[in-house]
Nanobody
Framework: QVQLVESGGGLVQAGGSLRLSCAAS????????MGWYRQAPGKQRDLVATITSGGSTNYADSVKGRFTISRDNSKNAVYLQMNSLKPEDTAVYYC?????????????WGQGTQVTVSS
């Protein structure tokens, strides 16, 4: 199994930037998708961005043009650069690793890191 540890969250003023990091205990090469999800209090966990092993990216409409997901296979890490932050971006951000082995889906989650954007 893989352990995922997020870091980089914190308090930032609206319009500011943060970069989140996700460190994996094993190679991320074995995962089809790496991604970031977020969950605000009282709300469901939603997809923010994903990146495949081939480098293809996908973003939620609400963050397109502001957030950028990237990976560094040599460091077993995934990043989320967040610019032009808005108060509605406030949430706990979770790193996710997903793969399918012999038709069976697997998903792993980190413990999350808090992002708070003040107005």
């Amino acid at each position: 199994q893989v352990q995922l540890v997020e870091s980089g969250g914190g308090l930032v003023q609206a319009g500011g930037s943060l970069r989140l990091s996700c460190a994996a205990s094993t190679s991320i090469f074995s995962f089809n998708d790496m991604g970031w999800y977020r969950q605000a209090p009282g709300k469901q966990r939603d997809l923010v961005a994903t990146i495949t092993s081939g480098g293809s990216t996908n973003y939620a409409d609400s963050v397109k043009g502001r957030f950028t997901i990237s990976r560094d296979n040599s460091k077993n890490a995934v990043y989320l650069q967040m610019n032009s932050l808005k108060p509605e971006d406030t949430a706990v951000y979770y790193c996710n690793a997903a793969r399918t082995i012999l038709t069976k889906p697997y998903s792993f989650w980190g413990q999350g890191t808090q992002v708070t954007v003040s107005s």
